[in-house]
């Protein structure tokens, strides 16, 4: 049985503000991103921050915040190995610089510039109120927003009234 | 749509394993040559030329002895022994750019290091722990190794480049734990050197075995002070590499004429 899937807007019905939010949840964290190239956590942090702050607001800026959000943790994650495994050779000395050091360091190279230019593309796509999903990561993101199983209440969405008794009231009118 | 993603999953897999297999595989064939030039080099040295090192070691010199008060023992037979070990080895370096000088500082402790420049600092304690000259040459093959490849000047580049970085990153806490002792694979070039040198000088290369089986024996009384050695790559792996050292089939060691008994005796 397949699951039900909320329409997708069109650039039309998009928000200038809208844009610019979901523009900003690639620019931000390219920015957080790149301050933290050394310590690779302040990257996350600010991600994370980003994302629960501006997801209530659309579906549409929630689909960008959530897929940039994901698409940054495999470069975070190959950003991190690399800083631990570089201060074991310099700083801590346990293990010695090889081939395998070398071939992870060109792969960790190639793996952030892949991620700083899909983040740059899909950002001015945002802008312009068109959707790009990155690999997996859009998949999800979209099956995670739109699925009429996303029980989120987004501020520019009318939230279902209540029906039948409500239990739940207010401790005075 | 789970599919979709289950798929979407596996092909990013695919995809982050072939960019890595893609640059190992090319550093694979990459030639030794070229590899080792453009990698493993350790062409930090290269910025700093023999002059520069060499009064860069008179300043380092000149501060050891006036700033931080390192006495340097007074004893004739003990300079005259290490004048011995000393030129034997100098004899047979090859195209050498450093005037040595060999140093003896008055204390216990059991170390030896070097400067830049060619300057082998040898304590008293180090001369006490050897058994032979024969060992006593193979620890200054082994730091003329270090001055031959110049790990001290690349050393002192790689760790002050480090400490500015780390400064800057962690502040100045982290700056004292940068280790003071040179990297593994400096220290197998520097034995490896040492072995080659004491060949040439007819000395055993088994030597460096030797010392080192003493110094096993005697880890806990000498670890703390051991570190100009003992860090990297491990004792017995030097021990075994100084054993499987093979000579030349003509080769025959001369032991040095010196009473050790009687250098002994002039340390105490």
């Known amino acids: ?173 | 749509m789970k599919q979709k993603i289950v798929k979407d999953l596996i092909k990013i897999l695919f995809l982050f394993g072939g960019i890595f297999a893609f640059f190992y595989v090319g550093l694979q064939l990459l030639s030794e040559d070229k590899k080792n030039s453009w990698l493993y080099s350790g062409d930090e040295a290269k910025l700093i030329s023999y002059e520069q090192e060499i009064e860069l070691g008179n300043l380092i010199d000149e501060y050891l002895i006036d700033t931080d008060e390192t006495v340097l023992l007074q004893n004739e037979l003990i300079d005259s022994v290490v004048w011995a070990v000393r030129s034997r080895l100098e004899k047979q370096i090859v195209m050498s750019e450093y005037d040595y000088k060999i140093l003896v500082v008055d204390d216990n402790l059991v170390n030896a290091f070097t400067i830049p420049g060619g300057r082998i600092y040898i304590y008293k304690g180090l001369l006490e722990f050897c058994e032979s000259a024969e060992q006593l040459a193979a620890v200054l093959a082994h730091e003329i190794g270090h001055v031959e490849k110049r790990h001290t000047v690349s050393k002192l580049i790689k760790e002050f480049g480090l400490k500015i970085l780390f400064s800057i990153l962690l502040g100045e806490l982290w700056e004292s734990t940068v280790s003071s002792a040179f990297d593994r694979s400096n220290e197998k070039e520097a034995d490896q050197y040492a072995m080659e040198l004491l060949e040439r000088a007819k000395i055993a290369p088994t030597a460096i075995a030797s010392f080192f089986r003493k110094l096993n024996r005697e880890e806990l009384d000498y670890n703390e002070n051991m570190e100009f050695l003992m860090t990297h790559p491990h004792n017995n792996s030097r021990i075994k590499a100084s054993l499987s050292y093979e000579t030349a089939g003509n080769f025959e060691s001369q032991d040095f004429d010196i009473d050790w008994k009687r250098v002994k005796v002039a340390l105490e």
């Open chain 1, 1 to 173: 049985m397949s699951i039900p899937y909320i329409s997708l807007p069109q650039p039309e019905e998009l928000t200038s503000r809208e844009k610019e939010d979901a523009m900003g949840a690639y620019l931000m964290m390219l920015a957080a991103f790149a301050v933290s190239l050394p310590l690779p956590i302040i990257n996350l942090i600010a991600a994370i921050i980003y994302f629960y702050i501006n997801r209530k607001k659309s579906r549409y800026i929630h689909f960008h915040c959530l897929q940039s959000l994901l698409s940054q943790l495999p470069t975070t994650l190959i950003n991190w190995g690399a800083l631990y495994w570089a201060l074991q050779i310099f700083f801590f000395e346990n293990v010695e610089v090889n081939d395998y050091f070398y071939a992870y360091l060109g792969f960790m190279i190639l793996a952030n510039l892949i991620y700083f230019t899909f983040s740059i593309v899909a950002a001015i796509r945002a802008r312009k109120g068109v959707f790009m999903y990155f690999i997996f990561f859009g998949s999800y993101a979209y099956n995670r927003v739109y699925s009429s199983k996303n029980i989120l209440f987004y501020d520019n969405e009318e939230q279902p009234e209540i029906t039948g008794q409500q239990l739940n009231k207010p401790p005075f009118e």
